[in-house]
């Protein structure tokens, strides 16, 4: 059975640091790609970041470039997402997700990190900035 865990979230103040944690189990972890996907209260889930095993490519929202860096180790068949320079609006529940078929993530122009083929999710944690 596939699962994805997230674990890391918490209440941070502005301009701190969190690093979320997806620790798969459930597939080998060596054709995969996983993202990070979040949903504010009241807003559409928005795709946040991705990577893919095949190319070791990453791709990131234009809303935390710069900011937030994704990650996989493949002995822990963990991905990580390190959210620095943290603001209000990155308050949500973040959810990692795995694509274990096409192996590469999905980005449509105009519209970012796409869910296409995502079939596997975790149940979420809750990331909540202060001002």
């Known amino acids: 059975e596939v699962q994805l865990v997230e674990s890391g979230g918490g209440l941070v103040q502005v301009g701190g640091s969190l690093r979320l944690s997806c620790a798969t189990s459930g597939f080998k972890f060596d054709d995969y790609s996983i993202g990070w996907f979040r949903q504010a209260p009241g807003k559409e889930r928005e795709g946040v970041s991705c990577i893919s095993s095949r190319d070791s490519s990453t791709y990131y929202s234009d809303s935390v470039k710069g900011r937030f860096t994704i990650s996989s180790d493949n002995a822990k068949n963990t991905v990580y997402l390190q959210m620095n320079s943290l603001k209000p609006e990155d308050t949500a529940v973040y959810y990692c997700?795995?694509?274990?078929?096409?192996?590469?993530?999905?980005?449509?122009?105009?519209?970012?990190?796409?869910?296409?083929?995502?079939?596997?999710w975790g149940k979420g944690t809750l990331v909540t900035v202060s001002s």
């Open positions: 997700a795995a694509d274990l078929v096409l192996g590469y993530c999905t980005v449509v122009p105009g519209i970012g990190i796409s869910n296409y083929g995502m079939d596997y």
